[in-house]
């Protein structure tokens, strides 16, 4: 739970990014996507990867919303 953190923690979690390798597997695999060269392994690890992703960006994104309401940083508008 975010709110447990302290807040450096959480202001670690802001900057939050997928791993520079996992990045270009994924962007590599969204490619072949688009051009419809996916095996079905590709496509069971796009969707390992996406779910790796979307993980990501909603804990950075709690930890955003957390940062705001502490006074950590200030809101984005």
């Given at each position: 739970m975010i709110f ?5 923690q959480?202001?670690v979690?802001t900057e939050l ?6 990045d ?5 695999l ?7 060269n996916?095996t ?5 690890e796009?969707?390992t990867l ?8 909603l ?5 955003l919303s957390e940062a705001v ?5 200030e809101?984005?508008?």
């Amino acid at each position: 739970m975010i709110f447990a953190l302290s807040d450096e923690q959480v202001l670690v979690l802001t900057e939050l990014q997928m791993e520079s390798a996992q990045d270009a597997r994924l962007s590599e695999l969204l490619d072949r996507q688009q051009s419809g060269n996916l095996t079905e392994s590709d496509r069971s690890e796009l969707q390992t990867l996406m779910q790796v992703y979307q993980e990501g960006l909603l804990r950075k994104a709690t930890a955003l919303s957390e940062a705001v309401k502490r006074g950590l940083i200030e809101p984005l508008s």
